[in-house]
């Protein structure tokens, strides 16, 4: 069987029941599987890595031309799917006919790192857990230009970003802040944002009510230093899931190691499964410093 007729990593995705490995196969269509703590993960990367296409509305599109993308890259879509990609887009501001009612929130990555989003209410917070926020709390309900011009009113009057280097973000978990710190941070900012005289009317106000999601991320079992993984082809990983943070996937290694799997650089590779007791033989690097101006979301 070819590679190009593999199961191939489509990347990470989170749901309620918490966060798993997505795949696609050309025949078999799409599978999943869990990322619970101590599940076993082995896997050797294939040749080439290759573009996974465009997915919207729950629906994904493959790529017409199976291009490759190189391996380092965060993004694992080609020029021409990632440009399709943005013309209909909430997040890409492309998109203004979407009838749906949107929440409007303030997410905690770390001090001084709070920043404000939108996302479908239907999607119940899951927005949260694929940006790795440590909490987050609901500021207001309303129609899709409605919670944009909102985010926009905060950006202008309280100065506060949409988004930040996921660098930044990342290193911010350690040490774990505590629950009580970012809900304090939280409360005054939302606070703040009420106090505003400027949001849009048809933007329902929530009263505070902070989110923490500890215990969906488990990052209390990573207090150690960790390097992170680089796949490149014909590359094996092998270890135990201990904690997952929107892309990132910690495992522990043999030997007390702990490794950082950014699921983004897996998606378009094919996995082949590798033995439990196989050696991790990817290259490992220390995580990239906070200012580098990586990826923003």
């Not at 909102?150 to 009057?157: N, P, S, Y």
């Not at 990983?237 to 490794?259: E, H, N, Q, W």
């Not at 799997?261 to 082949?272: E, F, K, M, Y």
Request: net charge positive.
């Amino acid at each position: 069987m070819s590679e190009r007729d593999a199961w191939r990593c489509a990347g990470l995705l989170w749901s309620a029941a918490g966060p798993s490995l997505a795949w696609r196969h050309p025949a078999h269509g799409e599978r999943s599987s869990p990322l619970p703590p101590g599940r076993q993960l082995a896997f050797t990367t294939g040749d080439a890595r290759r573009c996974v296409g465009v997915r919207r509305g729950g629906r994904l599109t493959l790529c017409p031309t199976d291009e490759e993308v190189p391996a380092a890259a965060v993004s694992a879509q080609c020029p021409e799917c990632a440009r399709l990609d943005r013309q209909h887009s909430v997040a890409a501001d492309t998109a203004t006919d979407d009838p749906r009612p949107y929440d409007v929130y303030l997410a905690w990555f770390g001090p001084g790192l709070i920043k404000v989003g939108i996302t479908a209410a239907e999607r119940e917070g899951v927005r949260l857990l694929e940006q790795a926020a440590l909490s987050s709390a609901l500021l207001g309900r309303g129609p899709l230009m409605a919670a944009r011009r909102a985010e926009a009113v905060l950006g202008a009057a309280l100065a506060v970003p949409d988004r930040f280097p996921y660098a930044a973000k990342r290193a911010a978990r350690h040490p774990m802040p505590s629950q009580e710190r970012r809900a304090a941070e939280l409360a005054e900012l939302h606070a703040r944002a009420r106090a505003l005289g400027t949001l849009p009317e048809s933007l329902a106000i929530r009263p505070f009510a902070p989110v923490h999601h500890d215990a969906a991320f488990h990052l209390d079992r990573i207090g150690r230093s960790h390097g992170l993984a680089e796949p490149a082809p014909g590359r094996t990983i092998s270890g135990t899931v201990t904690a997952v943070a929107g892309p990132d996937v910690y495992l522990d290694l043999p030997g007390g190691r702990l490794l950082l799997v950014d699921a983004r650089r897996l998606a378009g590779w094919p996995l082949l499964a590798a033995a439990p007791e196989a050696g991790t033989t990817v290259t490992i690097r220390m995580p990239e410093p906070a200012g580098r101006p990586e990826a923003l979301f």
